[in-house]
């Protein structure tokens, strides 16, 4: 069975440092990962994904992330947070075959002027 | 990437009611998924609604209290029933485009 730890459940950043969230995975294949962001009161959005290939991918927003295959993990970076980065981030690992998401418990993230 | 809208936002119920939520995607998506936010917590998947076929559930949830319909390739309804103060959640639709999961805004749901 596939899993996802966030092991951050709350962090603080000053506005214009950067950030970087962890995420820890669980799956016998290679899995699909996702990064997605919730702003409070909204949905969630799409910020990156991994399938395959370069294991460093863009997002949208300035983000990033990395895979790494040798520790399971898909850490999520920011070079320099705005105010608007306050919100919940939730990392996400699916098989290919059916699309199923699992989800982590999510990290908050709270901007500090 | 897909565009989902849903259904009320919000709403808030007495016990014992029924509310349905309708999930609308702009273009036609061939999988679409129903979860539960629960206050303070991640998402968890409630079943995947297939078109033309009975909603497959994950463990935990029944089709008596979440009953879904997927009529065509752009919509779904979810009713929660006979609910209860710990139905009050966030419930959010989802459809996959392209090996990806495209969320709604969500439907906020509190119980009294």
């Known amino acids: 069975a596939q899993s996802v730890t966030q092991p951050d459940i709350h962090i603080t950043v000053s506005e214009g440092a950067s950030l970087e969230l962890r995420c820890n995975y669980s799956y016998g294949a290679t899995p699909y990962l996702f990064w997605y962001v919730q702003s409070p009161g909204q949905g969630l959005q799409l910020l990156l994904k991994y399938f395959s290939g370069d294991t460093l991918v863009q997002g949208i927003k300035g983000f990033e992330a990395e895979f790494k295959r040798s520790q399971s993990s898909f850490n999520l970076r920011k070079p320099s947070v705005h105010w608007s980065d306050a919100a919940e981030y939730f990392c996400?690992?699916?098989?290919?075959?059916?699309?199923?998401?699992?989800f982590g418990a999510g990290t908050t993230v709270t901007v500090r002027a | 990437s897909a565009v989902i809208s849903q259904k009320p936002s919000r709403d808030i119920c007495q016990r014992g009611t029924s509310l349905t939520i309708q999930c609308q995607v702009d273009?036609?998506?061939?999988?679409m998924f129903w979860y539960r936010q629960q206050p303070g917590q991640s998402l968890t998947l409630i079943a995947t609604a297939n078109q033309g076929s009975e909603a497959t559930y994950e463990s935990g949830f029944v089709i008596d209290k979440f009953p879904i319909s997927r009529p065509n390739l752009t919509f779904s309804t979810l009713t929660v029933s006979n609910m209860s103060p710990e139905d009050s959640s966030i419930y959010l639709c989802s459809a996959e485009q392209g090996d990806t999961q495209y969320f709604g805004p969500g439907t906020r749901l509190t119980v009294l």
């Open positions: 273009s036609q998506v061939t999988m």
């Open positions: 996400a690992v699916g098989p290919s075959n059916d699309y199923k998401l699992s």
